[in-house]
């Protein structure tokens, strides 16, 4: 199979210049992507959200990190009713119509009902989830859960004291 790399300019989308690869091809050193790269698209792809890399299939890696830094954040706050909140969303299986196999995930609008600040809507109106950012409210309702499960200990074995010293008592 030829190695083809083309650089050109995408009339459909403001005049960007566009890295097409095809074949088996190794790229190496820097991508400056100072509009978007993408990757797996036909020629007439032209993006409908600011972002700046797109994969129409599967991604690997050895890792993925976020920027998660205190010194990035502020206003800082705990999530409220995390379990609540969790409990509202479904895991489904489904049919992906973009990489044409099955999948599992849940659905952005409803997860948007709940966590809004993780969804992206393109200009298309279709909807993404940052699917990594589910971990910190699944964190918080796995506490929640932990510590009725305490609660319902320290019960559990209260109502156990008394049982055995009203059956001591008779």
Do not use: C, W
Not at 73 to 99: C, M
Request: hydrophobic share 35%.
């Amino acid at each position: 199979m030829n190695n083809v790399v083309n650089i050109r300019k995408n009339t459909l989308s403001r005049n960007q210049n566009v890295l097409n690869v095809y074949g088996d091809t190794t790229l190496q050193g820097t991508v400056k992507a100072t509009s978007y790269i993408a990757v797996g698209y036909p020629n007439t792809f032209a993006p409908s959200s600011t972002d700046k890399l797109f994969v129409n299939g599967s991604t690997r890696a050895n890792a993925y990190y976020y920027n998660s830094d205190a010194r990035y954040k502020s206003n800082i706050a705990h999530l409220e009713t995390p379990l609540e909140k969790v409990l509202s969303l479904n895991g489904y299986r489904y049919y992906n119509k973009l990489s044409e196999k099955n999948d599992i995930g849940v659905i952005a609008q409803e997860v948007e009902k709940v966590f809004p600040e993780l969804v992206q809507t393109d200009a298309e109106g279709y909807k993404s989830v940052s699917y990594g950012n589910l971990v910190a409210p699944i964190i918080e309702a796995i506490k929640d859960l932990f510590n009725k499960y305490v609660d319902q200990q320290s019960q559990i074995d209260a109502l156990e004291a008394r049982i055995q010293a009203l059956e001591q008592a008779k």
